[in-house]
């Protein structure tokens, strides 16, 4: 079983709508949670932590579950710019300074 | 204001002929990390360096080597590159301190790599 679970998409959505999708983490132990932002042909850059308590950051909202092991991305009156993969990223322990990427949900915003 | 460099951005090589990527950054961090991405996958790590402590994974091919002669530069060696190497190699870094709870990484622009 894979470390980090994504469905890969991609996730076809006109300018202004709202779109959702999940990651799933196999350890119960990770304790950190990351969204990155990949564009094309680009490097992995960090979009938000996810905190136990959700948090949110302009159009985005992320939310952690601990007791089903996923996490979420929430993406309000998208932008044709929003348009990248999303990575889903945890850290594997406690205390575990290494994450384990997922290979990414991708998300395309059409005019 | 470029933090975590990679060069060069493309290297094309030949089937057997060793390359050397280099990465160096400016934020001080005391670990760095190469990774491996080939499309549509997640990246892949190959190992860190903690500090001066070099940490290779399991899985990781003895055909890559790694070297860090300082806090701010590390080195990717491939001895023998194979057309099954062709990626995006990924070099990133992130500060770790006793007590930390967030592990963020910051990524280099990467350099893609052909093998003909």
């Known amino acids: 079983r894979k470390e980090v679970e994504q469905d890969p998409g991609p996730f076809n959505v006109p300018e202004g709508a709202t779109v959702a999708f999940n990651c799933t983490y196999s350890?119960?132990?990770?304790?950190?949670f990351f969204w990155y932002r990949q564009d094309c042909r680009k490097e992995p850059k960090l979009l938000m932590s996810v905190y136990s308590s959700g948090n949110e950051d302009g159009r985005f909202t992320a939310q952690l579950n601990r007791a089903s092991q996923y996490i979420s991305l929430l993406i309000r009156d998208s932008k044709l710019s929003d348009s990248a993969t999303y990575l889903c990223?945890?850290?594997?322990?406690?205390?575990?300074?290494?994450?384990?990427f997922g290979a990414g949900t991708t998300v395309t915003v059409r005019a | 204001d470029a933090m975590v460099i990679q060069n060069p951005r493309y290297q094309v090589t030949q089937f057997g002929k060793p390359v050397t990527l280099s990465c160096s950054q400016t934020?001080?961090?005391?670990?760095m990390y190469w990774y491996q991405q080939k499309s549509s996958q997640a990246p892949k790590l190959l190992f860190h360096?903690?500090?001066?402590?070099?940490?290779n994974e399991a899985d990781t091919p003895d055909n890559f080597q790694s070297r860090r002669p300082n806090t701010s530069f590390c080195f990717l060696d491939i001895r023998s590159p194979g057309l099954g190497d062709a990626a995006m190699y990924l070099c990133a870094t992130s500060r770790e301190a006793l007590g930390q709870t967030s592990y963020e990484q910051y990524f280099g622009p990467g350099t893609r790599l052909t093998v003909t």
């Open positions: 350890n119960s132990a990770s304790q950190s």
């Open positions: 934020l001080n961090h005391n670990v």
């Open positions: 360096y903690y500090d001066k402590d070099f940490n």
């Open positions: 990223v945890v850290n594997g322990f406690r205390n575990d300074y290494k994450l384990s």
